[in-house]
């Protein structure tokens, strides 16, 4: 079975300090890997995404994430973490097979605590 | 810039009686998804349609159904709604150009069964 796994079910930082929260996924093939934000009450916003090439990616709101597909992981990163990031986020996968129709499947998302 | 448009936002039913979502896309875009966002939970893909056909299917229950318009807006219909439907609904789209392609979401419809 296909799956994303964020393991962290919370994350803490102080702020101004670098922040990263983890992502592993099991999918056939290679996928298609997003991050999306969301805020209490809100959609979800996109971050970022991997499709192909260098395995830094950088997205919105200074954040970034690092594929690495020896161990099957996109960590989102970021240098220094602000009290506005906190938020619940997730990551998820699409896989490349041309008869998908684009489907996503999402991690089980990790709420990140920014303090003062 | 144009969004995904939900509505309507919040959305409270009785058990059993019947809910219609509706979800217009970014213009031009001709993919449109619904997702459900249980209490605590991950997004789940219920059911997805491209040019105004159904494209794919997830955990969608028998007593869901859903349709792409000619205008690309969707709508998702729910009958003999149950506690356990009350969850967050998503609408999403995208262009369907290839699979690299972001899908934005909605702000999502919270239904509330009681």
């Known amino acids: 079975a296909q799956s994303v796994a964020q393991p962290e079910d919370q994350v803490n930082v102080a702020e101004g300090n670098p922040l990263t929260v983890k992502c592993t996924y099991s999918v056939s093939g290679n996928p298609y890997l997003f991050w999306y934000v969301q805020y209490p009450n809100r959609g979800l916003q996109f971050l970022l995404k991997?499709?192909?090439?260098?395995?830094l990616v950088k997205g919105s709101y200074g954040f970034e994430a690092e594929f690495n597909k020896s161990q099957t992981s996109f960590h989102l990163k970021k240098p220094s973490a602000l009290v506005s990031d906190s938020a619940l986020y997730f990551c998820a996968v699409r896989v490349r097979e041309s008869s998908n129709t684009g489907k996503l499947i999402f991690g089980q998302g990790t709420t990140l605590q920014v303090k003062p | 810039a144009a969004g995904v448009i939900q509505s309507p936002r919040h959305l409270i039913k009785e058990k059993r009686e019947t809910a219609t979502l509706k979800c217009y896309p970014i213009?031009?875009?001709?993919?449109v998804y619904w997702y459900q966002q249980g209490p605590g939970q991950d997004p789940q893909f219920l059911i997805s349609?491209?040019?105004?056909?159904?494209?794919d299917k997830g955990s969608i229950p028998d007593r869901f159904s859903a349709q792409q318009f000619s205008d690309y807006h969707s709508e998702l219909n729910m009958s003999s709604l149950e506690l356990g439907d009350s969850a967050l609904y998503f609408c999403?789209?995208?262009?369907?150009?290839?699979?690299?392609?972001?899908?934005?979401f909605g702000q999502g419809t919270r239904l509330t069964v009681v």
């Open positions: 991997y499709i192909t090439g260098d395995n």
């Open positions: 349609f491209y040019e105004k056909m159904q494209s």
């Open positions: 999403a789209s995208r262009v369907r150009g290839g699979l690299n392609t972001e899908a934005f």
């Open positions: 213009p031009r875009h001709d993919t």
